[in-house]
């Protein structure tokens, strides 16, 4: 992922295959046009790279001029078309091929026929190594194509975005969803990570779910999720993947626009942080780190029988049912320590001390993210 100005992007069309599509156009353009020698005529800015590396390919004797016009301004393409260079040469009877990085509405392209109008060039041929046919409105034949694209705002190869981005060898795509801080507060159940979330979710402006919670709501509505998902909490087990899974993107969707998330309790096995990388993914987006609260089982039982008193859960009373999730937590959840350690996205904290002093410690590894 790149950073331009204020807008993110990401990677979108490699070097090798921009590299494939200007091979191609130019052993097409060679195969037709035979033993006539072409006038190439690149659209400054944006087709310098193009051009550049297209008579580099091209197989026979060419000549190579510009025009520079000027028509994006940040993402938008822009009806008004300033001619900021034109034609310096005479070009009656000769075959001219247009060199365009880019045609998407093709405004650009009416106002170079308009240049041709009277040039009496022999035939005009316009090869453009992107093309988005979604955005494109006029009737002008494009005669070579490159690639077809989505109607996506790209950068690099030529293509900039407010003056930056032309110099990148490969393309990227303004990505649908700008930056998130996504976190997976991790932990053993009675580590923190509800306290510690209420927190966090105020000073970095980010959208908390806790898994727990919303089963818990869930059941006091007694919803048909509430219900089935009580007769494993009850036992200190964990939900079946699936229904969490479906109830965790439901949970996110309903939250679009945030800054980011903090995932309490999720994922909690294999399958789920591969349906959450999948779901981050999916939103042009990723998690930022697995942060998680390093505390001794002892301390946990003790803390969540203490808690039980008060918080009227089933699984907080019972000393068998906490030590059951705990295991559940070592048999299932630990292992997504490696699964994020993997990625480099693993931030042990120490979990004991006051709740301030842990608030501290977690901001200190969020905030070198
Ligand atoms: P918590 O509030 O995070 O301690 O979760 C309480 C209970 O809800 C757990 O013991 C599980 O039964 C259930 N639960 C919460 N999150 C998940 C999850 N990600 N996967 C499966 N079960 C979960």
Redesign the pocket.
Known sequence: MIKLHDLYFKPFISEQEIDTAVQNMSDAIAKDLGDEMPVFIGILNGSFMLVSDFVKKYPKPCEVTFIKLASYEGVKSTEDIQRLIGLTQDLSGRTVVILEDIIDSGNTLEEVHRIFENENVKQLLIATLFYKPEAYNKDFKLHYVGMEIPNKFIVGYGLDYDGLGRDLPEVYQLKTTQHMTNLVLFGP??AG??TQANFLKEKYDLVHI???????YNIKNETALGIL?KS??D???????Q??IDM?NKEVERNTGANGFIF??????YA?AEALDKLMDDKDSQINAMVALEVDDEVLVKRLLERGKTSG?A?DADESIIRN?IK?YYTKTAILKDYYAKQNKYYGVNGVGNIEDITVRLSAVIDKL
């Open positions: 159940p009675g990570k509800g806790s898994t727990g919670d919303v089963f818990r998902a494993f909490m036992k200190g087990q964990l939900v079946p993947d229904v969490t965790l309490d309790g999720f994922p909690r096995t789920q859960r699984d999730r559940e």
